[in-house]
C-alpha cells in the first residue's frame, strides 16, 4: 500500500525562486536564507519520496477571479511552470501522477470534500519555489507530482479545521491505493505577510513561532485558529497557513498513530516581504 512517510512545511516567496534562477543565492541577503534548506536538501536524497502530494496555493495564475476553486487536484501527466509575467521560470516540467491523484479524487470526495478536477493547469510559484528550496537545480525534478491548489487569495477561504479535516482524507485516501508508493505531504506558503494596505511589510515573529510550535506538539488545536486571527496576526497573506494544516492533518498521529519526529526546524526574517518557516516532521517507520 502506499504511506505518507513525512511533511514538509516551507514558504514560497517568489524572490527566492527569482535568487535561484538568477544565480544569487550567494549574495549576503541571501545567504542566511539558504542556509536553513542545507540540511533539508541533504534529508531528501536520504528520504526520496515516489510521490509528493504538493499543497500550494495558485495566485491568479492558471485560476482567475473567472473560477476559484476551494480545492483543486492535479489529476495531468504533467503540468508546466506557469508565465507569471516575466517569463516562466526556467525549472523542470512537474509530472505528475494520474493514477494516484485520480484515486484521491475518488476517494476524498467520496468522503464528502469537494475537489476540483484540473487535467490542464500551469503551476506558479506557489509551487515551483518550494521544489526548488527542497531539490535545488536538478535537470528534472526527483519525483513525482501532484499539485493540490487551495484558494487563500480570493474570499471567503476555507477555515484551518476544514483544512485538517482535509488532510486526514487525503491519508485515508493515500493509505488505501494499492501500491507500495512513499508518499511525502508538502504543505507551502506563509508565514506572515502582508503585500497589501495600510499594513504592508507586516511580520509577526512570535505569532509565527507560536504557529510552529503548535504545529507540531498540538495541531487540532491549532485548526481551530478563525480566519480573523491569520488576517489580524499574520497579515493578509498571512491566511496562506491554512494549507499547512492540510499536511499536519495527514500525519499518522491524527489517526492515533505515534508523534511525528521533528527533523528539522527553521525560521527566517525576512525574505522579500516575507518570514519564511520550515519544518520537515517524519512518521515513525
Ligand atoms: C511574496 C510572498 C508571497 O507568498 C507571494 O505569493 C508573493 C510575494 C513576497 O514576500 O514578496
Ligand atoms: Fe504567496
Known sequence: MARITASVYTSHVPAIGAAIDHGKTGEPYWVPLFAGYDFSKQWLKQNKPDVVFLVYNDHATAFSLELI???????????????EGYGARPVPSVIGHPELASHIAQ????????????????VDHGLTVPL????????AWPFRVIPFAVN?????VPSGRRCFALGQAIRRAVESFDEDLNVQIWGTGGMSHQL???????????WDNRFLDRLIADPAGLAQTPHIE???EAGSEGIELVMWLIARGAMADVAGGAKPKVVHRF???????????????????
Do not use: W
Not at 109 to 122: A, H, S
Open 69 to 83: 476553486p476551494t480545492f483543486a487536484i492535479g489529476t495531468a501527466a504533467q503540468f508546466q511552470p506557469a508565465d
Open 107 to 122: 476517494s476524498v470526495i467520496q468522503d464528502d470534500f469537494d475537489l476540483t478536477i484540473v487535467n490542464k493547469m500551469d
Open 132 to 139: 526548488s528550496l527542497m531539490c535545488g537545480q536538478p535537470e
Open 152 to 156: 487563500v487569495v480570493q474570499y471567503p
Open 196 to 206: 497589501q494596505g495600510p499594513r504592508a511589510g507586516l511580520i509577526n515573529a512570535a
Open 230 to 232: 491569520y488576517v489580524r
Open 267 to 285: 525560521f527566517h526574517v525576512p525574505a522579500s516581504n516575507t518570514a519564511v518557516g520550515h519544518l520537515i516532521l517524519e512518521n515513525p517507520a
